[in-house]
């Protein structure tokens, strides 16, 4: 549905109101909220979707409203994060689409993009698109050229940048003007990668060049590609700030909230041969943010802390944490825009540890990425383990559903018993005579009290004179149950078992964990 | 419980097989040997493995690796498994030319170690492995906490 509104601008854009393009927007995005798999996700999402669904019922001469609130639908968006693979795709196509046709209304601005692009490139959207297409907002009284409305995620960082050049600053916008034929080639050049689109996309201003030289997708297929493109926009914006310098200063000297002007301004400063004093004050708060897939606004919003404690730190409010987020060089960093790349891949592991941390626990004390990874991945092994040790519990339990639990049996009464009860415990054996000598090796993360029964001390003799009489079953043995075994053994009756009420105590140990099994 | 979570989902798909699976073998007073057991066991891991998977579809990389692994299993297993690993090498070598060129990161000799416990993880950058790992534990733990309810309510019967 979604794509039918994308391709069916190719054309001159239908004058569709926005409400139409709002109702099958809400749609396509309910449908997709039904799929999202966190429930507050899918709370944001409605209501995200119920304030831009009745945003546009507004009247078109209230773009500027309707923009902020797709600003922030598109925020929430974005917010809701790549949890899913495909929804985020569509949610871009949908709300892309959505703009397309509020924006058709307004000015003719947008008329020549909706023709060029050819391909959707829809697989290759992020969700850090929905991050760039607040930016669209803005581009609204552009005549000038606006670069190509298509899924490309540098799209709407450009096209926000260049709009609220023009819209605001009538220097810049000469300025861009004379920016547009620099960055022509670039921009086809960087429009879609994956899809050779024959048209060139009149792409708007250096930083979104650069921004969205920065923008690719998350991806393995970004990073080459992102070097290229981000020194092409380096060397561009080199050579075109001095001319869109005096532009940019007015723009800048007005209040505005906008990541675009920041941005160009910011680049200005970066290689550090304008004497842009007074907009570096604007750029330090906006220094560098992170694209953040999940968008977690907090994340974003201590990350943009750190910056403005960098800088002079700018009176403006934090950009919302939607805008796309350009990669800019710290003072006193390299600009090598390999450098850049590698610290926004670095920026981005850093934040999905974090959120490893919090879901792993017992890790925040743990520091550095190397111990964290070994945590993660004991963490994760036990897990496995817990859910073959379960699952076999469930097996053995389903089979001894009328077994006698009220038999219970001092210790010499089980050595005696051994024959009757190795069926029993037979599936503590194998592992049990595997681990036998081993190290334990506990795991913070067991402490959970779904873990072993409590084998005790007691019990590895008997086990000695079962291990030669049963079977071995070698893919038990596979180390799967080796830890957990051994913790059984290895503790005592402290050890809390969650979901087994017994109390293991002196002669009832054994009769306990034959009912365990 | 939301009725369309990841939970409620797994627990419907979970329920479903185990009563299959205890329908097919039906429960012997007596106690059954230890092959049995070990049958039951490991058709109840792939139960749950797979329920979990479906669950989640195919919007992780994780969750279609599994599948394709319990799909792909014995039966046709020289040649999928040999179709397997030609894919992952070529995509794990993809990887590996974006990801470790720079082996400053510190992080590649637990990154292996990860890619190995995460299924479909061989040819992930570390990037992506990080996320799948974070969707990965967060899917582990809902089917622990099923299968524990699941063990106690028939340990009680």
């Known amino acids: ?517 | 419980m939301n009725p369309s979570s990841l939970k409620s989902r797994f627990t419907t798909r979970f329920l479903r097989a185990l009563t299959k699976i205890n329908a097919h073998k039906p429960i012997s007073s007596s106690s059954p040997g230890p092959g049995e057991i070990f049958q039951r066991y490991r058709r109840i891991k792939v139960a749950a493995d797979k329920s979990m998977a479906y669950s989640v579809r195919s919007r992780r990389t994780w969750s279609r690796a599994t599948l394709w692994r319990l799909r792909t299993r014995s039966p046709r297993s020289r040649l999928a498994t040999h179709a397997r690993r030609s894919w992952v090498k070529t995509r794990s070598t993809r990887a590996a030319s974006h990801g470790k060129e720079k082996k400053e990161d510190g992080g590649t000799v637990e990154a292996e170690e990860l890619r190995e416990l995460v299924p479909g993880g061989e040819a992930m950058d570390l990037c992506n492995l990080l996320d799948e790992t974070a969707h990965y534990i967060k899917c582990l733990t809902t089917q622990l906490d099923i299968l524990d309810r699941q063990e106690c309510t028939s340990r009680e019967l």
């Open chain 1, 1 to 517: 549905m979604e794509n039918q509104f994308f391709l069916g601008a190719q054309g001159i854009p239908p004058p569709i109101p926005p409400l139409d393009f709002g109702q099958s927007l809400s749609s396509a995005m309910e449908i997709q909220a039904s799929e999202l798999n966190s429930s507050d996700y899918a709370l944001q999402f409605e209501s995200a979707l119920s304030s831009m669904v009745s945003s546009p019922a507004a009247s078109a001469s209230n773009v500027s409203n309707d923009m902020f609130v797709f600003r922030e639908l598109i925020g929430k968006l974005g917010s809701i994060g790549n949890s899913d693979d495909v929804s985020p795709h569509t949610l871009m196509a949908s709300s892309s689409s959505y703009i397309n046709g509020n924006n058709s209304t307004n000015t003719s601005c947008y008329s020549t993009p909706l023709n060029s692009p050819p391909k959707l490139n829809l697989p290759v959207m992020d969700v850090t698109v929905a991050e760039k297409l607040p930016g669209l907002g803005k581009s609204m009284g552009m005549d000038s050229s606006v670069a190509d409305f298509s899924a490309d995620p540098g799209f709407a960082e450009r096209a926000a940048k260049f709009s609220c050049f023009g819209s605001r600053s009538f220097n810049g916008r000469t300025s861009q003007l004379g920016l547009n034929n620099n960055f022509n080639e670039i921009s086809g050049y960087r429009s879609n990668p994956s899809s050779s689109n024959g048209k060139l996309p009149r792409v708007s201003s250096s930083p979104s060049l650069k921004a969205m030289a920065m923008a690719s997708p998350i991806g393995n297929k970004s990073n080459p590609p992102l070097q290229d493109r981000s020194e092409l926009a380096n060397s561009q914006e080199e050579s075109s700030i001095t001319n869109g310098d005096p532009g940019f200063k007015a723009a800048n000297s007005r209040k505005r909230k906008t990541v675009p002007k920041a941005k160009t301004n910011e680049n200005s400063t970066s290689p550090s041969t304008n004497a842009a004093k007074a907009t570096e004050q604007n750029e330090e708060s906006n220094e560098k943010r992170c694209k953040s897939t999940e968008s977690n606004g907090k994340q974003n919003g201590s990350v943009k802390t750190e910056e403005e404690s960098k800088g002079n730190a700018n009176t403006k409010p934090p950009e919302p944490p939607k805008d796309y987020i350009h990669v800019r060089a710290r003072r006193g960093q390299a600009t090598d825009s390999h450098s850049l790349a590698e610290r926004v891949r670095r920026e981005k592991i850093s934040e999905r540890m974090k959120l490893l941390q919090n879901l792993v626990p017992g890790c925040n004390k743990v520091t550095g990425k190397a111990l964290m990874l070994d945590e993660i991945i004991n963490y994760v092994q036990s897990l496995q383990r817990q859910v073959e040790f379960l699952s076999m519990k469930l097996a053995s339990v389903n089979t001894r559903l009328d077994f006698n639990v009220d038999g219970l049996m001092p210790k010499d009464a089980f050595q005696s018993n051994n024959n009757s009860l190795t069926h029993e415990i037979f599936p503590m054996d194998s592992s049990a005579s595997a681990i036998f000598g081993q190290n334990p090796a506990p795991h913070g993360g067991l402490s959970n009290g779904t873990m072993t029964p409590c084998l005790v001390d007691p019990l590895p003799p008997p086990f000695h004179q079962f291990t030669h009489t049963l079977p071995t079953y070698p893919t038990f043995c596979e180390g799967d149950l080796q830890t957990i075994v051994e913790m059984g053994f290895g503790q005592n009756q402290s050890r809390e078992m969650g979901s087994q009420p017994e109390n293991f105590q002196g002669s009832n140990q054994v009769a306990d964990m034959k009912v365990e099994l």
